[in-house]
């Protein structure tokens, strides 16, 4: 019996969402911008997602474009807007970025762009008033920050800085990839330019996502191309997708906002097993899904090897970091020590968690982080 504790990296889609996927395959295959029947039944699907997209965050559909998920819209968004933009060569970011920003930012970086890094407080959030600071209007295009990190779940206050950077004219994008689902994305209240999500993070099909662009935002398309969404994304509509995308959304704007308090609990927990073990970003505000957590001494790829062998999936960090023998950026920029990074593991949680499993996973990974801390000091730690 396999505990999936791995839900940042992405979810069991649910079955409603398979079954919509399923009937969008066998009932509406059309290309949904052809004119005929075919075409009309597809195109009413994928405008259902950008509905409930809008419904769920109080926007509006038009506002919408659906992509292939979190990357391509993070390329979308930041691609668009420094073309839209031209003449201003800065870009406001963080130092706890998903690597796709990274990635799309070094390319910039590479063709003369002045990229400006924020820090990261040592709770995990960035410093808002460095990015409010390092966004002047006259050679800033965009600032591009992430709402919610993937690896630590520390939640940065987007609202003030999209307030701001609103008034002063400089679009704002936030890669949202990890918060819905989770918590509140009220983009009336977060008045952001662009906002990245994807629908397979919260128990959606894989490569399909979505990219919002606030009316009046300076953007232009990135994938060239055909006419699709409004001309402002080449490239047939993933329906299937888009019915899959929609059903995801319902199920988790019925939920609600995750409870913390199995988190909390777990983490209890684990500080009470594993002597030495503490939370990364505990300070902050959190995703209520996720923990980070460090047990000092502990190498956490053979803790993770040693956890799957016994039923338990977890991470040790992002999953697109998975195999590299860095310490994480993420939490080297808060202030972590190497070793204190190579010691870390993320446990993240799905909305209804079976409290058997994690009693089993408790006791696992009390056994087995005295048993990999032998292996490096067999001296000192015999526990
Ligand atoms: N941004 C964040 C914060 C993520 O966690 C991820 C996925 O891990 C992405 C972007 C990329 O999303 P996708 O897997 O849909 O390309």
Redesign the pocket.
């Known amino acids: 019996m396999r505990t999936y504790l791995d839900w940042?990296?992405t979810t069991p889609p649910h079955r409603e969402v398979v079954e919509a996927v399923s009937r969008a395959m066998l009932e509406a295959w059309g290309n949904s911008s052809s004119l005929h029947e075919e075409g009309r039944v597809a195109r009413d699907l994928a405008q259902g997602a950008r509905q409930a997209l809008a419904g769920w965050t109080r926007t509006r559909a038009i506002e919408w474009i659906l992509t292939s998920?979190?990357?391509?819209s993070?390329h979308a968004a930041i691609h668009g807007c420094v073309a839209a933009r031209p003449g201003k060569r800065r870009i406001v970011t963080s130092a706890g970025e998903?690597s796709?920003t990274i990635g799309v930012l070094a390319g910039l970086e590479h063709q003369g762009f002045e990229i400006v890094r924020i820090p990261t407080r040592e709770d995990g959030t960035w410093d808002d008033e460095a990015a409010i600071v390092a966004c002047d209007p006259q050679v800033t295009a965009l600032a591009s920050l992430?709402w919610a990190n993937?690896e630590t779940g520390a939640v940065s206050g987007a609202g003030t800085v999209a307030s701001v950077l609103r008034e002063r004219k400089v679009p704002l994008h936030l890669?949202a990839?990890?918060c819905f689902g989770k918590i509140e994305v009220d983009l009336s209240r977060v008045p952001a330019g662009f906002v990245?999500m994807?629908a397979?993070?919260f128990q959606g099909p894989k490569g399909i996502?979505a990219l919002f662009v606030r009316q009046g935002t300076p953007w232009s398309r990135w994938i060239q191309g055909g006419n699709q969404e409004r001309s402002r994304r080449g490239g047939t509509v993933n329906v299937p997708g888009a019915a899959g995308l929609a059903r995801a959304v319902g199920l988790a704007s019925d939920r609600g906002s995750m409870d913390p308090r199995v988190r909390d609990e777990l983490e209890r927990r684990l500080v009470e097993a594993v002597p030495g073990l503490f939370v990364v970003a505990h300070r902050a505000e959190r995703l209520p899904n996720t923990s980070c957590v460090v047990i000092p001494g502990c190498d956490s790829s053979t803790l993770l090897d040693r956890l799957d062998a016994r039923g338990f999936a977890v991470s040790s960090g992002?999953?697109?970091t998975t195999g590299s023998a860095e310490p994480s950026h993420v939490l080297l920029a808060m202030g972590l020590r190497p070793e204190e990074a190579h010691a870390a593991i993320r446990i993240s949680l799905g909305p209804d968690p079976d409290p058997s499993g994690l009693d089993r996973f408790t006791a696992a990974i009390r056994e087995e982080a005295a048993s990999v801390r032998s292996l490096s000091n067999p001296s000192t730690l015999s526990e």
Do not use: P, Y
């Not at 998920?69 to 391509?72: A, L, Q, S």
């Open positions: 940042n990296a998920g979190g990357t391509e993070i998903h796709s992430i993937n890669d990839v990890q990245s994807s397979h993070k996502g992002s999953a697109c």
